[in-house]
């Protein structure tokens, strides 16, 4: 063997040792400062009652029900956020995208417009003003706005037409409130709102770089070839912009899911909120948040997986 | 006459889809605008007169909330008496992005020039020093606070990224192994969740006696945090560097780290700049995230000063205006600097 190779295994050694030793010292520190507060530790606390209750559950939980409910709960309100919003953003991140693109001077400076307010704003206080317009300008929920037959919308959250116990029910005012049909709360539609904004102005700029960096040549050869402008974007132009955008268009998404974890600050319960609630009750930081991590961590995999597939499905032309 | 508004003519009226768009516009437009100029401007109360505003009920702006709570949005809880202080800090970070985005700075000196001015503000916001009187960092807040954890998180973010960025290439792979789980997990976790760590595990990794104030604590986080997707950035550009560059150092007989220092690095950064630049907004941006962990910058303290005040409360969305304004201009300021660090100096 080598006096190189040897060293460079003596180097990698010594930051084995480096890094072990750190991590010991910081669990030794971490364990007598938990100590001293009297908190115990472990996952055992999962299987114990939560002690509270959600705003608002995809999955029925009481207070009775366990901790690992609760976190389930959790992360099953950050899918139902994060899914639709994901659709939703993508759908109107391309519209956007067009628009930005589009040779109307009024419709491209409009997509202009909403590109850079809305990417130069911080999300958290775009939330933050959804959550203020959906539950102080709004009228009370027995002064609905009726937005369309059987949908309303009020400072109790929008009203829509859908299942329920009695079969297929349509939203109606009665009384002091609305009956019927199901609810989304003022919470979820900001975070829904402002999140579908946000990421769509950032899809919007994707598809428009990707799109304006293609060689010229390329749409001056299908217009010589007699194609029209349209034909020209949608056969020529789109087709290779959908490729180079694919993997940041992605990895907007993604970002949507990590920014639904911003659903803490306006009262949302999503994962976050729900080990944040969990954390102040237990104590048990470390366990809580390493929950959240792990559940994160998994997601990005799990999208990076899924993006993965599709860029070789794109890049084998599956896309046209 | 005619022949010049020809093409504007027929984008705006070539054919039904595009009258259609035009009309539908300018109907919108009609509609929205008169009323929208009403509550902000003829109908608006610009006093500080929450009776007036009051008395408006919406059917104008009440400005007047930006002039009563300017000072507690903009400087957080600082105490009033104080008040150079944080407007200095403040000012001399803009100016040194004011500087750069505009001035003739570039190259090395524009990064001097941007990561000198977190630096000052620290001790001219702490004091305890030169008959300063000490304010301690819980009341640290506002604007201030905002363009310190930008610039001073950019600051520690970068030097890190890069070292990162090079241990990444590596002949040494538990290294490179411990640094790719480094990025990865920074990557792929939101920043609540890095700010709760700061907030709530950094505490009990420290030796007794040891306590680091909350926002070093969360600066720590950000840097770490920020440093990971600066490290992509620098990677993707040192990958971007052809070999040919180096063959033509060493032969000019440039020793290793010389040619990372004068050839490599500096064609890196550069290429990188507008990324660079899209983190620093990013980070701007992201640094109302530390609300949740009770530091109030500029969105913090926009809370704080409503929060508790039911007579001004009503107006929030004219002050969230305001604030919005700000951070608007702060990122167009950010994305111009990308335009000037390429520049020689």
Redesign the interface.
């Known amino acids: 063997m080598h006096a190189k190779q040897l060293s ?1 295994i003596a ?2 050694a010594l ?2 040792l480096a ?1 072990a030793g750190l991590l010991a010292l ?1 669990a030794t ?2 364990a ?3 100590a001293q507060r009297g908190i115990r530790s472990g996952f055992d606390f999962l299987l114990e009652p939560a002690g509270f209750t959600l705003g608002e559950s995809a999955i029925p939980l009481d207070a009775g029900d366990s901790t690992l409910l609760a976190f389930a709960a959790g992360l099953a309100n950050t899918l139902r956020l994060a899914l639709p919003g994901a659709a939703l953003a993508l759908g109107l991140g391309v519209l956007v995208g067009f628009g930005r693109l589009a ?5 491209r400076g ?1 997509a202009r417009a909403f590109v850079n ?1 809305f ?7 775009q939330l ?2 959804w959550y ?2 959906l539950t ?2 709004l009228p009370a929920s027995d002064a609905a706005l009726r937005l369309a037959p059987g949908v309303f919308l009020s400072k109790s959250g929008l009203a829509l037409p859908w299942w329920g116990e009695a079969g297929f029910e349509i939203p109606e005012p009665a009384g002091f409130g609305i009956d019927g049909g199901a609810r989304l709360t003022p919470e979820y539609l900001a975070m829904l709102i402002g999140l579908v904004i946000y990421t769509a102005a950032y899809i919007a700029e994707i598809l428009r770089a990707a799109v304006e960096a293609l060689p010229p040549g390329q749409r001056l050869a299908a217009l010589a070839m007699g194609m029209t402008p349209r034909q020209t974007f949608r056969l020529v132009l789109l087709p290779q912009a959908w490729r180079a955008a694919l993997p940041p268009v992605t990895s907007q998404l993604l970002n949507l899911f ?2 639904a ?2 659903a ?2 306006i009262g949302y319960p999503d994962l ?1 909120s729900v ?2 609630t969990s ?1 102040n009750q237990t104590g048990r ?2 366990e809580c ?1 390493s929950i ?2 792990a559940v ?2 998994l997601l ?2 799990a999208g990076a997986a899924v993006s993965h597939r599709l860029e070789r499905h794109v890049l084998r032309g599956g896309v046209a | 006459m005619g022949t010049v508004l020809a093409p504007i003519r027929r984008r705006l009226f070539g054919d039904a889809l595009s009258t259609a768009l035009t009309l539908l516009v300018v109907a919108a437009a009609l509609v929205a605008l008169p009323p929208l100029l009403r509550w902000a401007v003829l109908n608006a109360v610009f006093r500080p007169d929450a009776a007036a505003c009051t008395a408006l009920d919406h059917a104008g702006a009440c400005w007047g909330v930006v002039a009563e709570k300017a000072r507690f949005i903009l400087l957080g809880r600082y105490p009033g008496d104080e008040s150079w202080r944080p407007i200095a800090a403040a000012g001399l970070i803009v100016a040194s992005w004011l500087a750069v985005a505009f001035g003739r700075i570039g190259g090395r000196a524009a990064l001097v020039a941007l990561a000198l001015p977190p630096v000052v503000a620290v001790p001219l916001l702490g004091g305890g020093f030169a008959g300063l009187a000490p304010v301690p960092t819980e009341l640290w807040g506002g604007l201030p606070l905002t363009l310190l954890l930008t610039a001073g998180g950019m600051a520690g973010a970068l030097p890190l990224g890069i070292a990162v960025a090079y241990g990444r290439r590596s002949k040494l792979p538990v290294l490179r192994g411990l640094l790719t789980a480094y990025v990865e997990l920074a990557r792929g976790i939101p920043l609540i969740a890095a700010l709760f760590v700061a907030s709530f595990l950094l505490p009990l990794f420290f030796p007794d006696g040891v306590a680091l104030d909350m926002l070093w604590r969360v600066l720590i986080a950000i840097v770490l945090f920020a440093a990971a997707y600066l490290s992509e950035i620098i990677r993707g550009g040192l990958q971007a560097i052809r070999p040919g560059q180096l063959d033509a150092a060493a032969a000019l007989g440039l020793s290793p780290w010389q040619t990372q220092r004068w050839i490599v690095l500096p064609q890196v950064l550069r290429a990188a700049a507008p990324s660079l630049a899209n983190s620093a907004i990013a980070l701007f941006k992201d640094t109302s995230l530390v609300t949740v962990v009770s530091l109030y910058e500029l969105t913090g303290s926009l809370g704080l000063a409503l929060a508790g005040d039911g007579e001004w409360r009503p107006f929030y969305l004219e002050a969230w205006l305001f604030i919005a304004a700000i951070y608007w201009l702060g990122c167009a300021l950010l994305a111009r600097i990308s335009a000037a660090i390429p520049r020689q100096p």
């Open positions: 460079r180097v990698q930051i084995v890094v910081l520190t971490t007598s400062h938990l040779e109307h001077p009024l419709v409009l307010a990417r130069n704003i911080p999300l958290l206080l933050l003003a203020f317009i102080d300008l990590k920014n974890s911003l803490v600050a976050v080990a944040g954390l930081a470390i948040l959240v991590i994160y961590l990005s995999l």
